[in-house]
């Protein structure tokens, strides 16, 4: 699999580290116990297109959001996550 | 009393032997070790880029990298190490963290990098092939020109490797890597060389 | 002519008879000439036995000339360099090449397991699973050793292999598979286009097909064109010619994979040289040109040595001079084979017959057999006579019923061509069924893949020069090169016609899978038990699944599946296909990674220091530490370390502790985002100061901790644990860029930046007033308890000073640049010596650890909350932060949980272990009343006996209990008291005085 | 059919022509007691449980493809009981327990060979973790030994003892591990579960469920039609997800790619099953003659059934690391399996909320080793309503409760299991 890191460009899988689906979001703080565990522990587990968090560990650091295909390893599309570099969120 | 003296020691130092190593003949690839540099990490602060930008851009008279590139000044190079950040590295305690602190203080977040790395060059007809044993990245001079630069990674290890100017009509690849690496990626580096035959040196001159 | 090549002919061939080769197959030297593979030279001498079947050791000859052989496995070379199951067929002949004959005993020619033919009627597919069950002790220590024994074909070197491999990565626009007239063809008109070329030929020579079959392209004789067409390549600076070298593998993003076989044909690598080299290959396109596998027909007795492919045999004839018989019959369903008997007549060979299972055959065909005066039979071979001397006479059922013999002393059959679909179906594309040429070709191959020429089932010249022209200049096209192809080469096509006929029923064992010893039969019976999906067929018989992955059997077995079960051969399907297209040796995957090389190694700054203070070092991740630094006289380990703790508590001693990790948190929220990553507060930290923290998962469990220092209202500098370093910086800056975005704060690892010491001990301010400049306050008004600060040192290098401490003395940690790593450690030994200051290892740094009750790795074991090791009131209530809701979950705050506790034994001469599991008094040990484990010992100098640290039941409720230490592993069982967990100083008193 | 060295020799008499088929074939009925989703190890071993242990033989197994042809057939076929967590210590024992009697209960050779599973330490840190998990498996009346370098030089000489970047310092031993013949447990379940009645069904997807107005399920919509059924269990490793989503359910599991590698047949070279501690590397050699290996999973959340060439080399390093004389060894093919990884690294057995509905699944690699004892205890919940004692920890819950069974201490990251 390679990766095309919007900063980098093109770059073998071996510089990156997976961690998971990007749709869940982080609850709020008084979300409660039961928002929380549904953050953590539930999957939708898709057998197709998902959006991923991976990391450029062994390039530029930054965490991308990746578009694949979990049937074919087909990568569509690949964002920086919200806070790479020096974005700021709403500015 | 006693008498101290703070001698500096690359951590190259045991592991680098000068002369010549593997295949006898003439050498395919020639290794300089660069010691004793400055290095600051200049990361802009939040919506900040523009003004580091700025920052940079009075300083030194050039724009930094917005992306993967090396920039050389006269008494400095500015290496993209990721977005809005870049590397600053130069000689002789011009452009220390000290010296620029108050050039980007508001728009940037400096990190003294300098020891963190030891600094190769890598040159020879030979470079090529050797560091596609090390490197996943296309170095095709097509791809990978004059002035390119890549944060990536060899043997696992995080690295940032640009293209500096050619020397004798031969492509110089710079090599920063982090020092408590240096030896063991030495090591790998001079075994995936050895078949072309190896000049080894190290020089206080940036290339 | 060197030798008795009996068998080679006086000219041609493409071996350079001017270098003759002594090779030695089973002890017998023997002579070939450079250009010969292994199995050419044999056929050159005569030798038709070559090797022994898996399951009956029955004779077997050379069937193949290329990678598909299932029979001509050897031994290749000797000692720590043998190599078994080598193809007889692709290994390069060079001087002095040792190979010894598989699977046989004592010797090729008379073998005790032959009499397993003798069983052969019980020994039918999947015999085993009937079998062997009784008694039930019976099958490890009776009948599986023997199987195991009797399996397996040659023995792999039981010692180190000596050679080196390594792996490169290679960037092109088109990899092109094969160098036969579609992968010349496609690789022309690729670089012609301006594309970066890479083309890779198994073979040690290019051509593919055209180095046996001649024909004429451009005018021109194929070998001509063939030297014209590689001059033109090579002359291109981007186009990169690989021989010996197999493209395997396709993976995803246009990454394949191809095994370089650098210096296989010679006997060893010269120096400093790999045996074997590992291509990653990165290609917008790949065009597969592979060719084609000439199939067997299934007959009785087709395994008799002197049976061979028509197509193999024409190599030998043609490529290597050599003739595998004198006097041939061929046996074909197809045109093809005929060129066979064309090749054996040219070369003066005698033709016994040609048996055809088509009712036509072409004019020119029969004008050939009638000038060449041997019969054209119409139908099927029955059956072969012959043994381990070879063919010596064929049975020929007729059409209509009659039968005829043929005295021959070989064999050629030509079953038709199935394209190599390896390469196109790795990413379980599933081929189709073409019926006009009665074979699989490509379908659903890999995105930016494209077969060409005979591998996608075009088997003429011309047709393969065109599909790998086209193909060639429509992936430099889709490459985004644009340059001119050229002229495309032409040549004629040959007609190609195909009745197909996969087994000829009859009396007698009919082989599809040779090398498996898997017969018509076999299939038929797992038909028979309900095995008819493919798959089940191919793991029921082993069908397919030998060293050739069944690449002359696989299509065989499932037609005749398909006929025994009355379905088609598309309804019935392909096995999934599995890289690699060849075996790859496991050495060339690992390349440099062996050995001291298998991983990195992290050194400090003060390594080489320690080594010449004689440390022991220990591996700590990628790190080398020192562990302890014995001296002279010192008996073992522990006297070390105890002298080194004992100098610390009563002195000062110094340890390397750069390995912990090192981020500069920089930025105005800086402080904001530190409380949400850590449970404690950050944003509260005066600058000046440390503070130690603890972070949690977001499941609520423990990740890491480490103290962290406020050096600037904006900056903030963290250290990890060793072990977690990269990790917590991954996870940070997941936390700054993903979860916190809003935050301004940047990090930036500095764990290389800084070497860091460790000093410790009642008299490390005495120690430190020698290397700190006497203008800096080191009192403890001046710098107190938990004081962060940068100084400057004597010479007048810049300094940060911490005020922490680990082993419960008063301590400070010093870092310096790294670059002066060394010298500080030369100048706290100068400066120490009024002291006796001693470095100490991170055997007495755990020692003193455990005698202050701080948790490490042990006890932060991935599963421990922060009220498990004693830190839940670090928690704090009035801000969020990761892993807060899911730590206040039921079963992460029972009070039933394992915490953190003391442990000694009562016996003080006793020795604690840990593993060792804590148990009741009185009770006998089980599931039920296992309450915990010791987790940290040490021999304690202070306390002069063993102690340790433990996650027990409700420990912290349970101290000065006596329970039992339980540890039947290495049968001990001892009484121990729980026991606060602070062994040492437990008011602190000494770490802030 | 009985099957015996002396039924093969009748057999041979009359060219084997008489054998009847394995298993039969069946077609889906209108109805069953219970219909079990997934004809794999598991599916076919709660079958056969079912049938013959608690009497209910009206039960079907539906496969969507040929039985087997899920992870029962793409592991590397290690057996073991060698965990150290309450909740697994006892269920893995159960079901060596029942690898033990497995060829007597199925009259069925599955070449169940306990040759011994050797787990290697490097460090001192290891070693007491390993101390830790030998000792639980002791308290729990397993077999277990702590092996020495003195002792692994004797018994295994070829490691890499003396030039390896992580030396070899010692072993947790379990004599009682090995290996077995995977495809033969998937065969030797169906054969007997056919014996007693149990309806193997091939071919035969199934595409939903159908509830009545309580939401209770009542069968199952398939690729061949409607099918009623008492109970629904399903035992679809590697496709859990995809099947409890047409319940409605989510579940705490990520199905990610497992690689596993076979070399070329060579004589007897590596005796039993060991797992190297400092890479990712573990082997063994089956009666076939081949190296039997496998690392790390890919990483990355995959249901492709094969993986990238950067665990291939990962894998290849840590074999060469440890055993340096297999680098001429040749690999012969690769494939992937699709594994259910957990939250927790263990697997869930229990009732899921839909009434009618129960759920066998995210064994992460755990699963081969697990099918006798997996099919133990599901056909007990199943027939019973209730959990065995053995598998009482496998709650669905236990992540919202906080009670996972986390081995390797990696939390709610399923790549890290």
Not at chain 3, 248 to 260: H, L, P, Q, R, S
Not at chain 3, 379 to 389: C, F, N, R, T, W
Not at chain 3, 434 to 457: E, L, Q, S, T, Y
Not at chain 3, 922 to 940: A, H, K, L
């Amino acid at each position: 699999m390679r990766i095309i890191c919007p900063f980098c460009g093109e770059r073998e899988l071996g510089e990156f580290t997976y961690l998971g689906d990007a749709k869940p979001q982080r609850p709020a703080a008084d979300a409660g116990e039961d928002a929380v565990y549904d953050y953590v522990y539930l999957r939708d587990n898709i057998a197709g297109v998902m959006s991923e968090h991976w990391y450029h560990g062994g390039g530029c650091r930054t965490w991308l959001k990746v578009t694949r295909n979990t049937l074919t390893h087909e990568i569509s599309a690949v964002e920086p996550a919200a806070g790479a570099g020096a974005a700021k969120v709403g500015a | 009393m006693a008498d101290f003296s703070w001698e500096v020691r690359s951590p190259l130092d045991r592991a680098l032997v000068a002369g010549s190593y593997g295949a006898q003949g003439d050498a395919g690839v020639s290794l300089t070790e660069i010691r004793n540099f400055d290095l600051v990490q200049v990361m802009a602060r939040r919506g900040k880029a523009g003004e580091m930008a700025k920052a940079a851009q009075a300083r030194f008279g050039i724009a930094a990298p917005e992306t993967p590139k090396a920039v050389d000044i006269a008494d400095a190079t500015m290496i993209w190490s990721g977005p809005d950040q870049f590397l600053v590295l130069s000689k002789g305690g011009k452009h220390t963290i000290e010296a620029l602190a108050p050039v980007f203080v508001g728009s940037a977040s400096l990190s003294d990098q300098s020891h963190a790395r030891a600094l190769i060059g890598i040159s020879g007809e030979k470079a090529r092939a050797m560091l596609a044993k090390l490197s996943s990245i296309d170095l095709h001079p097509d791809v990978f020109g004059v002035g390119a630069a890549a944060a990536t990674s060899m043997d696992h290890t995080s690295v940032t490797l640009w293209r500096g100017g050619d020397h004798d009509g031969q492509a110089v690849f710079n090599l920063l890597v982090f020092a408590t690496f240096a030896e063991s990626l030495w090591h790998t580096i001079l075994d995936s060389a050895a078949e072309y035959g190896v000049t080894i040196g190290h020089s206080e001159e940036l290339a | 002519m060197r030798g008795d090549q009996a068998n080679r002919l006086n000219n041609g061939g493409l071996i350079d008879r001017s270098i003759a080769l002594n090779f030695r197959f089973d002890g017998k030297t023997l002579f070939g000439f450079k250009g010969d593979t292994l199995a050419s030279a044999l056929v050159a001498n005569g030798v038709k036995l070559v090797g022994r079947s898996f399951k009956y050791h029955r004779p077997r000859g050379i069937l193949t000339a290329g990678s598909e052989e299932p029979n001509a496995l050897v031994e290749l070379r000797s000692g720590a360099r043998r190599e078994p199951n080598t193809k007889a067929t692709t290994a390069e002949l060079y001087e002095g090449l040792e190979a010894a004959s598989q699977n046989r005993w004592p010797s090729l020619n008379f073998d005790v397991m032959s009499v397993n033919q003798l069983f052969a009627p019980i020994f039918v597919a999947g015999f085993y699973y009937k079998t062997f069950m009784w008694p039930a002790k019976f099958w490890e220590a009776i009948y599986e050793p023997a199987i195991r024994r009797a399996a397996g074909l040659g023995r792999a070197a039981q010692v180190s292999d000596p050679d080196h491999y390594d792996k490169v990565w290679a960037h092109c626009d088109v990899v092109i598979a094969g160098s036969g007239p579609a992968g010349l063809a496609a690789a022309l008109a690729a670089a012609r286009c301006g594309a970066r070329v890479i083309l890779c030929e198994e073979d040690f020579v290019l051509g593919g097909r055209l180095l046996a079959d001649s024909g004429m392209i451009d005018g021109l004789p194929a070998a001509e064109w063939v030297a014209r067409a590689v001059a033109e390549l090579s002359a291109m600076p981007d186009v990169r010619i690989m021989t010996r070298t197999t493209l395997f593998g396709v993976y995803d993003g246009g990454t394949y994979g191809a095994i370089e076989r650098v210096n296989d044909h010679l006997p060893t690598p010269p120096e400093h040289q790999v045996r074997q080299r590992l291509w990653r290959i990165v290609a917008k396109r790949c065009v597969v040109a592979a060719g084609a596998i000439e199939r067997p027909i299934v007959f009785a007795g087709n395994d008799t040595p002197g049976v061979m492919m028509a197509s193999a045999m024409r190599s030998y004839i043609n490529r290597y001079a050599a003739t595998p018989a004198r006097r041939i019959a061929l046996f074909t369903n197809n045109e093809d084979g005929w060129r066979t008997a064309e090749t054996a007549i040219a070369a003066g060979l005698q033709v016994a017959a040609v048996i055809d299972a088509r009712p036509d055959v072409s004019p020119a065909h029969r004008s050939l057999a009638s000038k060449g005066g041997f019969p054209v039979l119409h139908g099927a071979v029955a059956d072969v006579d012959g043994g381990k001397g070879g063919v010596r006479k064929i049975s020929v059922s007729l059409t209509g019923g009659a039968r005829a013999e043929v005295e021959a002393d070989g064999l050629a059959v030509s079953g038709g061509w199935n394209p190599a679909v390896g390469l196109t179906s790795y990413h379980r594309g599933r081929p189709k069924w073409r019926d006009d040429i009665a074979a699989f070709v490509p379908d659903g191959a890999p995105p930016g893949m494209v077969a060409a020429g005979a591998a996608n089932g075009s088997f003429g010249l011309g047709a393969c020069l065109r599909e790998g022209f086209e193909a060639g200049a429509a992936a430099a096209r889709d490459a985004g090169r644009s340059g001119n192809a050229g002229s495309m080469p032409v040549a004629d096509d040959e007609a190609f016609s195909i009745t197909p006929l996969w087994h000829v029923a009859g009396k007698g064992k009919a082989f599809v899978d040779q090398q498996h010893d898997v017969t018509a039969s076999d299939v038929e019976l797992a038909q028979r038990e309900g095995f008819q999906s493919v798959e089940h067929l191919k793991r029921y018989t082993t069908l397919g699944m030998a060293t050739d992955q069944g690449k002359t059997s696989n299509v065989a077995g499932l037609a005749i599946m398909a006929a025994v079960s009355g379905k088609s051969i598309p309804e019935t399907g392909t096995t999934i296909y599995r890289p690699p297209y060849v075996p790859v040796a496991i050495g060339a995957f690992a390349g440099h990674h062996r050995d001291e090389n298998f991983h990195a190694t992290r050194l400090t700054p003060s390594h080489h220091w320690a080594a010449e203070q004689g440390a022991i070092f220990i591996d700590t991740g990628l790190w080398k530490r020192a562990q302890w630094y014995p001296r002279t006289g010192e008996k073992d380990w522990l006297e070390s370390v105890t002298r080194e703790v004992k100098a610390v508590r009563g002195g000062v001693g110094f340890c390397d502790v750069s390995t912990l990790g090192k981020i500069d948190v920089h930025g105005p929220d800086a402080g904001a985002f530190l409380d949400r990553v850590y449970i404690n507060a950050f944003s509260s930290l005066a600058v000046g100061k440390a503070r130690y923290g603890l972070m949690l998962r977001e499941d609520g469990i423990v990740y890491d901790d480490g103290t962290t220092s406020r050096l600037a209202e904006d900056h903030y500098f963290l250290t990890t644990t060793t072990a977690k370093a990269g990790l917590v910086m991954q996870h940070l800056e997941f936390c700054r860029q993903v979860l916190f975005p809003e935050l301004d704060v940047q990090l930036t690892s500095v764990s290389d930046q800084w070497a860091q010491f460790s000093i410790a001990g009642p008299r490390t301010r005495d120690l430190l007033k020698e290397v700190v400049d006497p203008a800096e306050d080191l009192s403890n008004e001046g710098f107190p308890f938990m004081g962060a600060r940068e100084v400057r040192l004597r010479g007048g290098l810049k300094a940060r000073l911490f005020r922490i401490s680990f082993s419960g003395e008063m301590a400070f940690e010093i870092s310096v640049p790294a670059r002066y790593g060394e010298a500080m450690a030369r100048n706290l030994m100068i400066a120490g010596k009024p002291f006796g200051l001693t470095p100490y290892g991170t055997e007495a740094l755990g020692v003193m650890r455990i005698e202050k009750g701080h948790v490490a790795g042990p006890e932060l074991n991935g599963t421990t909350t922060a009220g498990d090791l004693g830190l839940g009131k670090m928690m704090s209530t009035k801000k969020d932060f990761i892993g807060r809701v899911m730590a206040g979950r039921e079963a992460l705050v029972a009070p039933n949980r394992q915490v953190v506790v003391g442990i000694k034994p009562t016996d003080k001469a006793r020795r604690l272990r840990s593993g060792a599991h804590i148990i009741p008094k009185g009770e006998t040990p089980g599931p039920d009343n296992d309450q915990g484990y010791v987790t940290s010992v040490c021999f304690s100098p202070v306390l002069d006996q063993w102690i340790g640290l433990g996650l027990v039941e409700r420990g912290r409720e349970r101290i000065g209990e006596i329970v039992r230490a339980h540890d039947p592993l290495r049968g001990e069982d001892y009484d121990v008291e729980l026991c606060n967990s602070v062994f040492y100083d437990p008011d602190g008193g000494r770490q802030r005085g | 059919m009985k099957y015996s060295i002396f039924s093969l020799a009748r057999a041979a008499l009359t060219g084997h022509k008489n054998w009847q088929p394995t298993w039969r074939d069946a077609a889906p009925k209108d109805r069953y007691d219970v219909i079990i989703i997934g004809g794999g190890g598991h599916g076919l071993a709660t079958a056969w449980f079912l049938a013959s242990e608690f009497g209910i033989r009206n039960v079907a197994v539906l496969e969507k493809g040929w039985i087997g042809s899920g992870n029962a057939g793409r592991n590397t076929t290690i057996i073991r009981s060698n965990y150290g967590l309450p909740g697994n210590t006892g269920f893995y024992e159960l079901s060596m327990k029942l690898w033990e009697r497995m060829e007597q209960d199925l009259n069925y050779n599955a070449m169940v060979s306990q040759r011994g599973v050797l787990n290697l330490y490097h460090s001192d840190a290891q070693r007491d973790a390993f101390a830790r998990r030998g000792n639980t498996m002791r308290i729990n009346g397993i077999d277990a030994e702590l092996l020495d370098q003195a002792a692994l030089r004797k018994m295994l000489p070829f490691l890499n003892f003396d030039n390896a970047r992580f030396p070899v310092q010692g072993g947790l031993l379990q004599r009682r591990g090995g290996t077995a013949r995977h495809d033969a447990v998937v065969w030797g379940y169906a054969h007997a579960a056919s014996e007693l009645g149990v309806d193997i069904i091939q071919n035969c997807e199934v595409t939903g469920f159908t509830r009545d107005a309580n939401g209770k399920v009542t069968g199952v919509e398939t690729s061949r039609g409607k099918i009623g059924a008492g109970k629904v269990g399903m035992a679809v490793a590697g496709s859990s997800s995809r099947v409890a989503a047409m319940a409605g359910l989510r579940l705490p599991i990520e199905s990610h790619v497992l690689q596993a590698f076979v070399s070329e047949a060579i004589k007897p070279l590596i005796p039993g099953v060991m797992t190297f501690g400092a890479g990712h590397f573990y082997v063994s050699q089956s009666d076939k003659g081949g190296l039997v290996f496998g690392g790390d999973i890919d990483g990355y959340n995959s249901y492709a059934q094969r993986g990238n060439l950067p665990v291939v080399e990962d894998v290849c390093e840590g074999g060469m690391a440890l055993i340096p004389m297999i680098g001429r060894v040749r690999l012969l093919r690769q494939w992937g399996g699709i594994m259910d990884m957990s939250m927790d690294g263990s697997p869930i057995i229990d009732k899921s909320p839909v009434d009618g509905l129960y759920i066998n699944a995210g064994w992460c690699y755990g699963g081969f080793k697990a099918t006798p004892g997996s099919g133990f205890v599901f056909a007990h919940l199943i027939a019973r309503d209730q959990s065995h004692k053995e598998a009482a920890l496998f709650r669905l819950d236990r992540f919202q409760r906080g009670a996972m069974i986390d081995e390797k201490g990696q939390g709610a990251q399923p790549n890290l299991h």
